[in-house]
């Protein structure tokens, strides 16, 4: 049902402009060209989705399973030497999350680094990928709320 409608007002959006509230950020991936985000009452920005992710975004998210758990360690290190301020957040079962800084981050770096440590550190799998237009909007109407909150 909600494909069906979001086909209904990409057919009859064209040429025109539309404004859309939700709470849905995977409706706005989905619809909108231009997303503002509100918190408190407040419009906090507003941009494409592709320049939200970019700009309050917090990085990229490495996410890395291994067939070796006796690699693991080898493996953060790697990261943290390689991506100046990365961070790891999960470490389960063989399964390790980082969060990357976006400041000077290159991409086809990464993916080379990557590439060529997937033999030498056993791992089976990685992806690289931005925040989600969700992750965003939380971290931006929490940051609202906090000064909010602070304020007061």
């Given at each position: 049902a909600r494909r069906a409608m979001w086909d209904t007002i990409q057919a009859t959006t064209e040429g025109l402009a539309i404004i859309l509230t939700t709470h849905s950020m995977e409706e706005c991936e989905?619809?909108?060209?231009?997303?503002?985000i509100m918190a408190?009452?407040?419009l906090s920005c507003i941009g494409s989705p592709q320049h939200l992710r970019q700009r309050f975004g917090t990085g990229y998210r490495l996410e890395v399973r291994m067939s070796k758990r006796e690699e693991q360690?080898?493996?953060?290190e790697l990261v943290r030497?390689?991506?100046?301020?990365a961070q790891s957040?999960?470490?389960h079962m063989g399964r390790m999350v980082f969060s990357l800084p976006l400041t000077d981050l290159s991409l086809s770096k990464a993916f080379r680094v990557l590439e060529d440590a997937r033999s030498r550190h056993a791992f089976e799998d990685y992806s690289l990928s931005q925040p989600t237009l969700e992750q965003v909007f939380v971290s931006l109407t929490n940051k609202d709320h906090d000064s909010v909150q602070g304020g007061e």
């Open positions: 989905a619809l909108c060209t231009r997303v503002g408190n009452g407040r360690a080898a493996l953060s030497s390689t991506f100046a301020g957040q999960e470490d």
